[in-house]
């Protein structure tokens, strides 16, 4: 198997559809009332706030952050498979398409190891790192 750009591009793709799956699987459990960090649910549930027009909980905040994320790593992956689909035929479009997203994959990663946890983590940096890869790779391949 030959190590191209696509490779890298379609790796950055998988990983960060074993985040969606990852972030799923949180996702549906985070406000499970036997997991070990109900009381803290229960306090986010527990009183509503006005901002902006709006009246909601924190829980309502953190709940609709995540669902937000299912469309940014859905999106993510449609792009990158895109991407790698034309890397050889639109180099000039591909290569800023890629730098933006491994940077924004590296800065995703730093905020989750200190926000969140090391699994999510390391998992945005290996998806931003692979998609910078390529762009390096990219430089490098003929058409």
């Known amino acids: 198997m030959k190590i191209t750009s696509k490779l890298f591009t379609r790796l950055s793709a998988i990983f960060i559809f074993i985040h969606l799956l990852g972030h799923t699987g949180g996702h549906m459990s985070w406000d499970d009332e036997t997991g070990p960090l109900y009381h803290v649910v229960k ?79 390391f998992i945005s940096i290996f998806a931003g790192l692979f998609a910078l890869i390529a762009v390096l790779k990219l430089k490098s391949e003929t058409v």
């Open 43 to 121: 306090v986010m549930k527990s009183s509503n706030a006005e901002f902006m027009g709006a009246t909601k909980s924190m829980a309502d905040y953190f709940n609709g952050y995540s669902i937000m994320l299912f469309g940014v790593f859905g999106m993510s992956i449609l792009i990158l498979w895109n991407v790698a689909n034309h890397l050889q035929t639109n180099k000039q479009l591909a290569k800023p398409i890629l730098a933006s997203m491994g940077i924004a994959y590296l800065f995703f990663g730093v905020v989750e190891y200190l926000y969140f946890f090391p699994f999510a983590a």
